[in-house]
């Protein structure tokens, strides 16, 4: 499998936070979804493969090319989909078009209306008349009327409402049929990584806490579940997060750091990623 | 390069050209007489007015969309500059087409503005962008904005002081010495302007080499 990012030890300080040695791929023909709570990194490190924020030390490369000597060529080939609205909101949809498509030599106008067709998006509304979903499927044509190879989005299905939400989805499996393309969405809805993602990268505080297939990454945990006097049992053992009430208590644990016959005598079963994503934020108190 | 260029010519707001009218009003009060040095300023300050009009505040956020084009840092930096001839371009019609309805309909002599005038205007014009856009990078738009509109009112301050000692029959040695300025400035026009647009070059390149260094490492983190 082709690899279309690689980083490499990836550092980045700010004032209360930082990107810790981050390293990671995503691979060719496939979506990589980067989950992580609010605060975890997500967007700093989108930032950093957009070299729109530079990276304190570490090595990002995409297409196996580095933005020091390359970065114009590498943006080319990247259809981005911003967090928030960054088109300019007093141009119209077309107007925006006419002022941004000239940077890209692979511009498609026809493929550009299409997306607009598909998505029912007036040309001539500015900008900032339109919805929040209408924006975000304005940002996808824009990021898909150039051909690009690879796909970033920052959060694309926040605060969308669950149709659109699913169109979007359902857009990305389609984008990936071809196997040209890589896709690598952030979010924190975990439901739409369970739907749609084929690769898993998790960020907690700056660090990358896991990277891997979808599924060997909920293999990889269990829930574990038992009643107050069983609570004993995890005595001495590195549960990831506990939620212990009067009655019971419901933990994650890490099978490989607890071997699963150590969990026999309590009821374990298999986590959703927001499981996993919601001990690991709570810990282990 | 071209296609920065353009963007900046076609996201420049409309109000922009209507509130310039201001500087025609401060600088003339709508009324030239010809005084060159005042069509000089006037031309610099609507030019300057219009080229960090384009870069206005929501600079930080418009440099994140930018920066994700296909461009690099450096041709960021270098066509904010090179917009700078765009800018003054349509600075220098309007002021001449202004100067040249007093030069042709108004009852008294004025006169319309000479080539050396003209050069001199866009080495200011340069000089105050020179300072401008690497303050912007490390200070932000207000502050920036503001130390450099200040400078062409410093100039008509001083005009206005020049003036009023050229009145005052008590300041005979200012007054050659003003004089002689100005005897200078009418025989050697030519070879004032092109120093003073050699001077703006320097410093022009010196403040691109220094916009580069600044973005180079510069995170556009806009939120």
């Known amino acids: 499998m082709e690899n279309i990012v690689e980083v490499r030890n990836l550092t980045k300080q700010f004032d209360g936070f930082a990107l810790r040695n981050l390293n990671f791929e995503i691979k060719k023909g496939f979506i990589t979804g980067f989950i992580g709570p609010n605060g975890a990194g997500k967007s700093t490190t989108i930032r950093c493969l957009m070299d729109l924020i530079r990276s304190d030390s570490g090595e990002v490369r995409l297409f196996g090319e580095s933005h020091d000597d390359h970065t114009a060529d590498i943006k080319e080939r990247i259809g981005f989909v911003y967090d928030e609205n960054y088109y300019y909101e007093d141009l119209s949809i077309e107007q925006n078009k006419r002022v941004l498509a000239p940077f890209y030599s692979q511009w498609d106008d026809g493929l550009f209306c299409h997306y607009l067709r598909k998505f029912q998006l007036p040309a001539d509304r500015r900008v900032k008349h339109l919805s929040k979903g209408m924006r975000m499927k304005f940002s996808l044509a824009m990021a898909l009327a150039h051909h690009p190879q690879f ?13 659109v939400r699913r169109e979007l989805l359902d857009l990305m499996q389609e984008l990936i049929q071809d196997e040209e393309k ?8 975990t439901t739409d990584l369970e739907r749609i993602a084929d690769f898993i990268i998790f960020i907690y ?13 909920t293999e990889r945990y269990v829930l574990v579940k038992g009643s107050a ?56 108190s | 390069m071209i296609a920065l260029i353009r963007k900046d010519l076609y996201t420049q707001k409309l109000s922009t050209y209507f509130l310039t009218i201001l500087w025609f009003i401060i600088f003339t009060n709508f009324f030239t007489d010809g005084q060159p040095a005042r069509h000089v ?30 461009i690099t840092r450096k041709q960021f930096i270098l066509a904010k500059y090179a917009a700078g001839f765009m800018w003054f371009a349509l600075a220098a019609a ?10 042709t309909f108004a009852p008294f002599p004025a006169r319309m503005m000479t080539v050396p005038e003209l050069l001199i205007a866009l080495g200011s014009f340069f000089i105050l962008l020179a300072i401008f856009y690497p303050l912007l990078l490390k200070a932000g ?22 003036k009023n000692i050229m009145e005052n029959p008590r300041m005979k040695t200012e007054q050659e010495f003003f004089q002689f300025l100005l005897q200078l400035f009418t025989e050697k026009q030519w070879s004032i302007a092109f120093l003073f647009l050699l001077v703006s070059a320097f410093l022009t390149w010196l403040s691109i080499l220094l916009s580069i260094r600044i973005v180079r490492k510069l995170d556009f983190t806009h939120k």
């Open chain 2, 41 to 70: 300023l006037l031309l610099t300050i609507v030019a300057y007015f219009i080229a960090i009009s384009s870069t206005n505040t929501t600079f930080e956020k418009e440099s994140v969309l930018i920066n994700s084009l296909p």
């Open chain 1, 182 to 189: 890589a896709i690598f969405f952030s979010t924190h809805i």
């Open chain 1, 229 to 284: 006097d069983q609570r004993s049992l995890l005595n001495g053992l590195p549960v990831i997060g506990l939620r212990a009430t009067d009655v019971g208590f419901e933990c994650l644990a890490d099978t490989m750091q607890i071997p699963v016959a150590r969990l026999q005598e309590v009821w374990t079963e298999k986590p959703t990623l927001e499981d996993i994503l919601y001990y690991t934020v709570r810990g282990g």
């Open chain 2, 141 to 162: 738009y207000i502050l920036a904005s503001t130390l450099t509109v200040l400078a062409p009112f410093a100039a008509m301050i001083s005009l206005t002081m020049v």
């Open chain 2, 94 to 103: 309007a002021v001449l087409f202004y100067i040249f309805l007093f030069d």
């Open chain 1, 151 to 163: 796909i970033i989005m920052d959060e694309p299905t926040a605060g969308l409402d669950p149709v």
């Open chain 1, 205 to 217: 505080d700056g660090e990358i806490i896991f990277q891997g297939e979808k599924d060997e990454f």
